[in-house]
């Protein structure tokens, strides 16, 4: 073969290679879109029919009151702090957090053993000051007797009294300080000075105890209340004795509770006043626990469906309306606060829709 013609055969295939991959190309391209599909002419869909037994509902709004839910804390009203007035060595401790305890139960014990000295040794100054007070009153007796006779003089008369008065005042102040030892050995036995509940102890036996320095944290749970900051707007609504709803998430209760405080002072940063709600006890409450007050917020027009005319598409919910004798599918948005067998709806549907639902 010539070599002209071997030239003209790869110029051939130069140009039909790359014809036929762009001709290939442009096939893969028109069958992906859709060119030898069957095509179907646009239009409207045919309306759904009327649904068979089924029962038509009149949507009805109705008035009713808001709540706004504020977020809040439990708290107990009374709460104390156990601690020492002496510097002194713990011996016994006798509860634990978690426990109950009375008033005048003795919860702490310290080394009192030179308290204990000090008060037999005031007893006994006391014990002595006793018998020279007798001694003395019997000496003033018996020279008022003499004077009286004109046995004794006025000078024996008077010194007997100055004896017996100095030796009175001298008992008294021996008493004083018989109490105040008494007093001082008394603060080495902690007692608790409410009924309640011990929340923590801070200490364990064998550790010193500082003066002012806490040990141990009381709590009465039948004074447990609901603190919230409540902004301003809501908060100048309420009254002091007012009823009002409070959420308890945790043990799944609601309950009524009195405002027993309203603040009055705005904190500047928020703007809010603090509100404190007085509660009927409830055994599984514990302070910190989380709560929320219900407080009036005016009223608002509500929606409801029963709940057997809302169905479910994925996440979306549809209801059938009935427009011109037939059935529509509409979307609506429905309110996570239900009624027992209805659902609230926000959007989607006005006084007057007719609800279609299946018996």
Same mark, same amino acid.
């Given at each position: 073969?010539?070599?002209?013609?071997?030239?003209?055969?790869?110029?051939?295939?130069?140009?039909?290679?790359?014809?036929?991959?762009?001709?290939? %190309?442009?096939?893969?391209?028109?069958? #992906? =879109?859709? *060119?030898?599909?069957?095509?179907?002419?646009?239009?409207?869909? +045919? /309306?759904?029919?009327?649904?068979?037994?089924?029962?038509?509902?009149?949507?009805?709004?109705?008035?009713?009151?808001?709540?706004?839910?504020?977020?809040?804390?439990?708290?107990?009203?009374?709460?104390?702090?156990?601690?020492?007035?002496?510097?002194?060595?713990?011996?016994?401790?006798?509860?634990?957090?978690?426990?109950?305890?009375?008033?005048?139960?003795?919860?702490?014990?310290?080394?009192?053993?030179?308290?204990?000295?000090?008060?037999?040794?005031?007893?006994?100054?006391?014990?002595?000051?006793?018998?020279?007070?007798?001694?003395?009153?019997?000496?003033?007796?018996?020279?008022?007797?003499?004077?009286?006779?004109?046995?004794?003089?006025?000078?024996?008369?008077?010194?007997?009294?100055?004896?017996?008065?100095?030796?009175?005042?001298? %008992?008294?102040?021996?008493?004083?300080? #018989? =109490?105040? *030892?008494?007093?001082?050995?008394?603060?080495?036995?902690?007692? +608790? /000075?409410?009924?309640?509940?011990?929340?923590?102890?801070?200490?364990?036996?064998?550790?010193?105890?500082?003066?002012?320095?806490?040990?141990?944290?009381?709590?009465?749970?039948?004074?447990?209340?609901?603190?919230?900051?409540?902004?301003?707007?809501?908060?100048?609504?309420?009254?002091?004795?007012?009823?009002?709803?409070?959420?308890?998430?945790?043990?799944?209760?609601?309950?009524?509770?009195?405002?027993?405080?309203?603040?009055?002072?705005?904190?500047?940063?928020?703007?809010?006043?603090?509100?404190?709600?007085?509660?009927?006890?409830?055994?599984?409450?514990?302070?910190?626990?989380?709560?929320?007050?219900?407080?009036?917020?005016?009223?608002?027009?509500?929606?409801?469906?029963?709940?057997?005319?809302?169905?479910?598409?994925?996440?979306?919910?549809?209801?059938?309306?009935?427009?011109?004798?037939?059935?529509?599918?509409?979307?609506?948005?429905?309110?996570?606060?239900?009624?027992?067998?209805?659902?609230?709806?926000?959007?989607?549907?006005?006084?007057?829709?007719?609800?279609?639902?299946?018996?």
């Amino acid at each position: 073969m010539s070599t002209p013609q071997v030239q003209k055969e790869n110029t051939a295939k130069k140009i039909i290679i790359p014809l036929l991959a762009l001709i290939i %190309l442009l096939v893969m391209v028109a069958w #992906l =879109a859709g *060119a030898f599909n069957k095509k179907v002419s646009p239009g409207f869909e +045919a /309306p759904s029919p009327t649904l068979v037994n089924s029962i038509s509902y009149v949507v009805k709004s109705s008035t009713e009151a808001i709540f706004e839910g504020v977020a809040a804390s439990i708290t107990a009203k009374q709460t104390t702090i156990i601690s020492s007035r002496l510097l002194a060595r713990i011996d016994k401790i006798n509860v634990r957090a978690g426990d109950i305890v009375k008033r005048g139960d003795v919860l702490i014990t310290l080394e009192n053993n030179d308290l204990s000295s000090r008060v037999i040794e005031a007893q006994e100054q006391v014990n002595a000051m006793i018998a020279r007070y007798t001694e003395a009153h019997q000496n003033f007796q018996r020279a008022k007797e003499l004077f009286n006779k004109k046995i004794a003089s006025q000078f024996d008369l008077d010194k007997s009294k100055a004896d017996y008065q100095s030796i009175k005042a001298e %008992l008294t102040a021996a008493k004083q300080s #018989l =109490a105040q *030892a008494q007093t001082t050995l008394s603060y080495a036995t902690l007692r +608790a /000075p409410i009924n309640g509940k011990v929340v923590d102890r801070f200490a364990e036996p064998g550790n010193t105890a500082q003066a002012g320095e806490k040990l141990l944290s009381l709590y009465n749970p039948l004074s447990l209340r609901v603190e919230a900051q409540v902004r301003e707007q809501l908060a100048l609504t309420l009254t002091q004795g007012q009823s009002i709803k409070v959420e308890l998430p945790t043990i799944k209760q609601n309950i009524v509770g009195l405002v027993e405080e309203i603040v009055p002072a705005a904190n500047t940063g928020s703007r809010s006043f603090l509100i404190k709600v007085s509660l009927p006890y409830q055994e599984n409450l514990l302070p910190g626990m989380y709560a929320r007050l219900l407080i009036p917020a005016g009223q608002a027009q509500k929606l409801y469906l029963p709940k057997n005319s809302v169905f479910h598409v994925g996440q979306l919910n549809f209801v059938h309306v009935l427009i011109d004798g037939q059935s529509q599918k509409r979307f609506v948005r429905i309110d996570t606060k239900v009624k027992p067998g209805f659902i609230s709806i926000i959007s989607g549907l006005v006084d007057g829709d007719i609800i279609v639902t299946t018996d």
